[in-house]
């Protein structure tokens, strides 16, 4: 019987292995993976009084990734 893997797993791996990993950074326009403060900023903006117009928004935090996709990027 094969063990279950969790998707967040599988990322680990991904993470840990040096070679996938620079592969993946490669397709993403700035050429970096983000950094923690990165993501947290906009988290910080989310909730306060800044943004409280915003409603139903989808944000990625991608270094251009998503704006590539089906580019042959």
Known sequence: ???HRSPLSLTQEAI????????EVQSIPWKRAAEPWEIA???VHL??????YVTGQTFFIDGGL???Q???A
């Open 66 to 68: 998503m704006m590539n």
């Open 47 to 52: 909730v306060s009084e800044e943004a409280d």
């Open 16 to 23: 840990d292995d040096p070679e996938y990993r620079e592969k």
């Open 70 to 72: 089906g580019q042959g």
């Open 1 to 3: 019987m094969t063990a």
């Open 41 to 43: 900023r906009l988290a």
